[in-house]
DNA sequence: ATATCATATGAACAAATGAACATATGAAAG
DNA sequence: CTTTCATATGTTCATTTGTTCATATGATAT
């Protein structure tokens, strides 16, 4: 038999007190589940490239929506999405809508996983 | 009419040579799927609470199921889509293979996005 | 009022995704 | 060799998700 290994009674490798300890560390289930929620906003491309445009300046819907070249229906079920989970939010002026990003979290969340693609 | 608008050729509210300042600072297009490819893999609960549980420490699969309560089958699947996106890295010891976080940048862009949960 | 413009919403459909099943490697022990 | 154990893989299936179409709201102008 491996030195390495540490059977107990039910796992392979940790001991019972490794297990609390890990399992002291983890936040609560829900906490995760909200946290795996907010990335899955990050995880579309047209999101993305929306979020990227309104790094630059707040922009009304048409406009990302041509400079994206995407259609005005698209860009505002996406615009929905991202305003339900504070990623971006609304300015009305009249009958146009400016957007822009709710704060410089997602900038930063955005920037490391750019980091990470150019390792 | 209001003072703010400023028709251009085709947009709405942005000067042509805005929209060539925002087309450039934009990342191409590929890299944007990447990035939004590399989100996708974090919008998961169970690949976020494995992730979680690799915080504190490398673990092998059945460690990992264990502890989180779900089936060998599904953590390994998980963990092979961690893997082909550099999130985790295995290392084998007889039949045994124990896990571990690719690097820091995995943990920086799930605090990060802690952080935005916790606003 | 009506017309037009900017944006939003709802429904329907195709594509992607995660989970569960069975099965397949691959390594150590007998 | 065969058996057992740890992990990996393939396939099917139900669910979710993004887009498109048609339509609705809401604001400005005539």
Redesign the interface.
């Known amino acids: 038999m491996?030195e390495?290994?540490c059977p107990t009674d039910?796992?392979?490798?940790?001991t019972p007190e490794?297990?609390a300890?890990?399992?002291d560390?983890?936040?609560p289930?829900e906490?995760?589940?909200?946290?795996?929620?907010?990335?899955?906003?990050?995880?579309?491309?047209t999101?993305?490239?929306i979020l990227?445009?309104l790094?630059?300046?707040e922009?009304?819907v048409?406009?990302i929506a041509?400079?994206l070249g995407l259609s005005q229906t698209a860009v505002s079920h996406q615009l929905r999405v991202l305003k339900i989970n504070?990623l971006v939010k609304g300015r009305k002026?009249?009958k146009?809508v400016?957007y822009a990003l709710a704060?410089e979290?997602?900038r930063?969340?955005?920037d490391?996983?750019?980091?990470?693609?150019a390792?």
Do not use: W
């Open positions: 491996k390495n290994t039910t796992y392979l490798c940790l490794r297990v300890d890990i399992l560390e983890m936040p289930d906490q995760l589940y909200d946290l795996a929620e907010l990335f899955k906003i990050f995880g579309d491309s999101r993305i490239r990227y445009a790094f630059e300046a922009m009304c048409g406009d041509q400079l504070k002026e009249g146009i400016f704060d979290h997602v930063r969340i955005i490391q996983g750019m980091e990470h693609i390792e």
